[in-house]
């Protein structure tokens, strides 16, 4: 086992070695290709009437430019973000006091509508609602009012004293009730609702 750990670590030894000694190679072949590409070029600026000097200028200006450039961009941008931190910062506070007004216009339009709700609501619970006539009670109470009267007049006289009777004073000295005539009983007969047998 322990020379299984030997073995791979003499590997890993030998790929990194190899790996390096490529390294190396690209790095020199990598070099006599630029050097060959630059020859190259010169010979290609040189046939234009150009030369190698002239290059190095015309580089040297344009990345002088590309700096100044640069930093004026830089310079602007600073501007520009300290303004536009300013105007973030106005805008907050614009948008914080707007955000506060429509909270109180909420609130207010809220109450309006839960009063203009709860007025729909009673008008819609009146109209709902039947109306109600009042003189057919008056007609049903002077109905109630003829139907006792009726009642009353057609009541036999001896329920319903219309005039007031005279009171008759019995005498202290009859101690035995008068004997009843037979024109009393049969007229007694008749009110009672029964025939009487006499005619």
């Known amino acids: 086992m322990t020379r299984a750990g030997e073995s791979v670590g003499k590997a890993v030894g030998t790929g990194i070695r190899a790996v390096r000694r490529g390294a190396v190679r690209a790095g020199h072949v990598g070099a006599d290709a630029a050097s060959t590409w630059a020859e190259r070029a010169e010979e290609k600026l040189a046939e234009r009437g150009v030369t190698a000097d002239r290059v190095r200028g015309v580089v040297a200006d344009r ?85 006792a009267g009726y009642v009353a007049l057609t009541r036999r006289p001896q329920e319903v004293h219309l005039e007031e009777e005279e009171t008759v004073e019995p005498t202290p000295s009859r101690s035995t009730p008068p004997a009843a005539t037979p024109a009393d009983s049969e007229a007694h007969a008749t009110r009672n609702g029964r025939v009487s047998d006499r005619s």
Request: charged share 40%.
């Open 63 to 147: 990345a002088g430019l590309l700096v100044e450039k640069a930093e004026e961009v830089e310079k602007s941008t600073r501007k520009t973000r300290k303004q536009l931190a300013k105007k973030a910062k106005g805008v907050r506070k614009d948008l914080v006091k707007a955000a506060e007004r429509a909270r109180k216009e909420a609130k207010v339009r809220a109450k309006d509508v839960r009063k203009a709700a709860k007025q729909a609501r009673k008008e819609m619970a009146a109209a709902q609602r039947p109306s109600r006539r009042k003189w057919p009670w008056v007609l049903a109470v002077l109905a109630a009012g003829a139907v």
